[in-house]
């Protein structure tokens, strides 16, 4: 059932998948963190700092630091989540997800597969969707510092 579409290719460029085990995942990351990532639990609304956070930077994923969203496309959606209305182009892939019966799109990062959230179509112009992401599986980095290496 999984499409495993990907946002078209950032200016061609290809981005390396990588293959960790779960038992890796589960020693680098939080036990919630691995819940959300590699679980698909999702986190409480409203619990995340992230969703107070309105400096400029990039959101990156929390597994493997790959930079998945520009600050400028952050924008309150009243979810109680993190929401964008763009990603990084390339950088996210998508499947159909059939747990609440109704299919939703699901969106997971392109070189880790850490499970991010679900876009929907209900957001800001230009694009109008609404990409919700769980904030415990981003890390926000401050514009003018150094993102950091893409985790081996």
Not at 1 to 8: R, Y
Not at 124 to 139: I, M, S
């Amino acid at each position: 059932m999984a499409d495993n579409k990907t946002n078209s290719g950032d200016a061609g460029r290809k981005i390396e998948k990588l293959e960790k085990s779960r038992d890796e995942w589960r020693r680098l990351l939080t036990s919630q963190e691995y819940g959300v990532l590699f679980e698909e639990d999702t986190e409480y609304p409203h619990s995340s700092p992230l969703n107070k956070e309105k400096r400029e930077g990039t959101y990156i994923c929390a597994a493997c630091y790959l930079p998945l969203f520009s600050s400028s496309a952050k924008f309150e959606s009243g979810t109680g989540w993190p929401s964008f209305f763009r990603p990084l182009s390339g950088h996210l892939g998508t499947k159909t997800d059939y747990k609440l019966i109704a299919p939703r799109t699901e969106y997971h990062c392109i070189r880790c597969g850490g499970h991010q959230g679900h876009v929907f179509d209900d957001g800001p112009p230009p694009t109008g969707q609404r990409w919700c992401n769980n904030g415990v599986a981003l890390k926000f980095v401050p514009e003018g510092e150094p993102l950091p290496h893409l985790r081996n």
